[in-house]
C-alpha cells in the first residue's frame, strides 16, 4: 500500500495499479477512449492525461503506475484544455452525423464534445470518404466514424481470438479494416458484435432490422408472431435507465403487444426444448459411443468459430438448433398449421441480446423450401428503438404474460441468458433421464459465475461426467487446443461466444462496467431461485408439444425440424 | 498451385519463425510472386499462426508491398526530392486519375499498374516516371496523359493486327 494525493485529497493506493484504477475507486471521473477494463492499456487516445507534480507533461492515467507520494491534478486547466484539445481534433475530420447515426445520444465522442464544451469548430480536418460495409448480416461499419481507439481490435483479438479487423495503412491513411479491405462478410468475422458493444462511436453498429419488421407488422396480409430470448428481459431496461439487473419480462411482454405482434412467445420454452432434445443427444452419446466431449451449439458465433477454425471438431458439436431456430421451426410448422395459417404468410421475429443471431437466422441450413425459421432478428437495443419510436411506457405498462402455446418456460430455460445456464439446465434433465429421479440440489454453483472458464465434476448416475463452461472463444480455443492435445476427461462442453455469456451480448445494452453484467446475470438467478418449474422436462408445454407433433426427443420429426448441419469453412479469410 | 508451392518453397526456409520473420518473409513472397495475394497471405497466416488482418496490417503499412499483380505497363513516377520538388505529384495525380486506380494498384483490365518509388537516382531528369524500366523525362502532368494514351492506342492497334 501507498498514499498519493488526488487533487488534494489523500488516497490509498496499491502498489502496481494505475493511476486510473486508483482514480475510478475514488470517484473521480477521467475519460477514456481506448481503454477497455480487463484489457491491456495502450494509452493510445490520451483522454485520461493527468498532470502529476515534478513532471512537465501530461501522463496518460491508465498507463501509468502509482507510485508512493504522487500528487495529481486530474482536473487542472492544462488537462481539461488537452482532453479537450484531442476531442476537436478527432471531430475535425469527423462526419457531421449526429442526428442520422445509430449512436445519437449514446456516443462517447458526442458526449465528451457536450461535457468538454466543444461548441466551435476550431480546426478542419480533411474528411475521408470511405465505404460503408453493409454486406455482413450482424454489423454494418462505418470507417468514416472509427476514431482509431482500436478497442474493437483488441477485443475481437484478446477476447475472441477472432482477429477479423486490425489497423491497416499508416499515418494519416490509417483505418481500421479487414484483411484486404474485404468486407466483414468475407472475413473471419464470427459475428459476436463485441466490437460494437466497446465502440464509443457510431463506426460499428448492429445491422438494423426495426424497419423490416415495422413493415410486416404493418402488412395487414401478415401474421407476425415473436419471441423473446431468455437474457432480453434482464437487461432491456437498462435501456430506459432503469438499473441493471431489473426484470421486466412481463412488461416487456405487454410493450410487444401493443407493437402489434399478434403473438409473444417466449424463447426460453424453446430453450426447454433445446434441453430435452440437447440432453437426450448427450446420454445417446455417452451410452452409444458417439463423439465426445459433445459441445452446445446454441451459440452462432460460436458455431462459425468451430466451422472456420476447428473444422475437424465440428462431429462434436450439437446437431441441436439454438432454442431460437427451434421456435421459429415449430412456429411454421406446428404452429401455423395448428392456426391454419400458410407458412408463407408467417413473418417469425426474434429478439435476441446477439448480432450473431442475425448471421443465425440467414444461414442456408435454417431456410427450407425458401421458408426462412426466422424472418428477422432485432437486438434488445433495436427493440428498445421500436418501444421508444411507438411511445410505450415500459416502466408504467401494465404487466401481461406470453402466448400460449409456447409461452411457459421453466427457469432452466430461462438460465440459457448467461454462461454456464445450458449446462445447469441440460444437467438437470439429463440427470432425470439417466435416473428417473431429480437432482437434490438443482443449482450446480461450480458452473454458475461469469468466470471464463469453469470446469466440474458430476455424479450422473453410474456416470461421473466431466463438464466444462466457457465464455470468450479464447477461452473456448484454449479448451479445445487441449483436447486436440490428448486431453480426454471432458464429456460435455457448454460455450458462449461472448463472455459472460448471453447476457454481455453484442446486441444488448451499451454499458461497460463489469458490474453490469453480473446484475444481468444475478437476476437470471434470481429467477431461478424464485421459481417452482425449475427444469425443462417438467415444462407441461413441452410434453403437450412432443404429444400433440414432435413425437419422442430425438426422433425422426425432431430430427427434421430441430436439427441442423455445419459446414467446414475454408473460404473465409481467416 | 503456383503461386502455393513458391510459397511453400520460400517457407521452408523459415523454419520454426515466429511473427518477427513476418516481414522478410513478405518480402520474399513479394520478390518471388511480384504481388502479395490472398492465397500466399492465408499461407503465411497459417504458417506463422497470425490472422490475415494482421499480416494485412503489417504490410500495409509499409509501402513497399503490392497486393495485385502489377499491369502489362508497370508505372513507377519516383517521389525523390528533386523530383518531388519539381512537381512529381502533380504527375502522379494525374496517372491515378486518368487510370482511375492508385499507388500499389492495377487497372481491372491487368493493362496498367502504378506504384510510387523513392529516388530512382535519375535527378538530373526530374520529374522522372519509368514504364517497365524505361525513363520518360522532365513529365508535365499532360504527358502522364500523353502516356496512357499512346500505351492504349498501341495495344488497340497490337488487337487489330
Ligand atoms: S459517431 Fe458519435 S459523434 Fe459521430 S456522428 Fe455518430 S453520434 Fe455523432
Ligand atoms: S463481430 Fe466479433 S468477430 Fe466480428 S469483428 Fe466484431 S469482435 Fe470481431
Ligand atoms: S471502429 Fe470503433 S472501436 Fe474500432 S477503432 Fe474505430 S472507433 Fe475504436
Known sequence: MCQIEINGRVAEAKIGETLLEVLRREGVKVPTLCNVEGLNPTGACRMCVVEVEGRGNLVPSCAFPVSDGMKISTHSAKAVQARKTIVELLLSSHPDDCNYCARNGNCELQTLAAELGVRQRRYKGERKKMKVDVANPSLVRDPEKCILCGRCVRVCEEIQNVGAIDFIGRGADSTVGTSFDEGLNVSSCINCGQCSLVCPTGALVEKRNVEDVMAALADPRKYVVVQHAPSVSVTLAEEFGVKPGTDIDKEMVAALRRLGFDRVFDTSFSADLTIMEEASELVSRLTHGGTLPMMTSCSPGWIKFVEQYYPEMIPNLSTCKSPQQMMGAIIKSFFARREGLDPKDVVSVSIMPCTAKKFEASRNEMIVDDIPDVDFVLTTRELAQLIKMHGIDIENIPGETADNPFGERSSAGKLFGGSGGVMEAALRTAYHMVTSEELTDLKIPAVRGSKGRKEARIQVGDLELGVAVVSGLANARKLLDEIKEGRNDIHFIEVMTCPGGCVSGGGQPINLSPDTVRQRQKALYRLDQEETLRTSHQNPAVHRLYKEFLGTPNGEKSHRLLHTSYVARTDVLK | ?161
Not at chain 2, 505529384?89 to 483490365?109: A, H, Q, W, Y
Open chain 2, 1 to 161: 498451385m503456383e503461386t502455393q508451392a513458391k510459397v511453400d518453397e520460400i517457407l521452408t526456409r523459415y523454419k520454426d519463425a515466429k511473427r518477427d520473420a513476418l516481414i522478410p518473409i513478405l518480402q520474399d513472397v513479394q520478390d518471388s510472386c511480384g504481388y502479395l495475394s490472398k492465397e500466399a497471405v492465408i499461407q503465411i497466416g497459417a504458417y506463422l499462426n497470425l490472422p490475415t488482418s494482421k499480416i494485412y496490417g503489417v504490410a500495409t503499412f509499409y509501402n513497399q508491398f503490392r497486393f495485385q499483380p502489377v499491369g502489362q505497363h508497370h508505372i513507377q513516377v519516383c517521389r525523390g526530392t528533386a523530383c518531388h520538388v519539381k512537381g512529381s505529384s502533380g504527375v502522379f495525380d494525374r496517372f491515378c486519375r486518368d487510370l482511375k486506380i492508385n499507388d500499389g494498384e492495377t487497372t481491372r483490365d491487368g493493362m496498367f499498374s502504378l506504384e510510387v518509388v523513392s529516388c530512382i537516382g535519375a535527378c538530373g531528369l526530374a520529374p522522372v516516371i519509368a514504364v517497365n524500366g524505361e525513363f520518360h523525362a522532365k513529365l508535365v502532368d499532360d504527358d502522364a496523359s500523353r502516356i496512357v494514351k499512346e500505351y492504349k492506342k498501341a495495344a488497340k492497334e497490337g488487337d487489330n493486327k
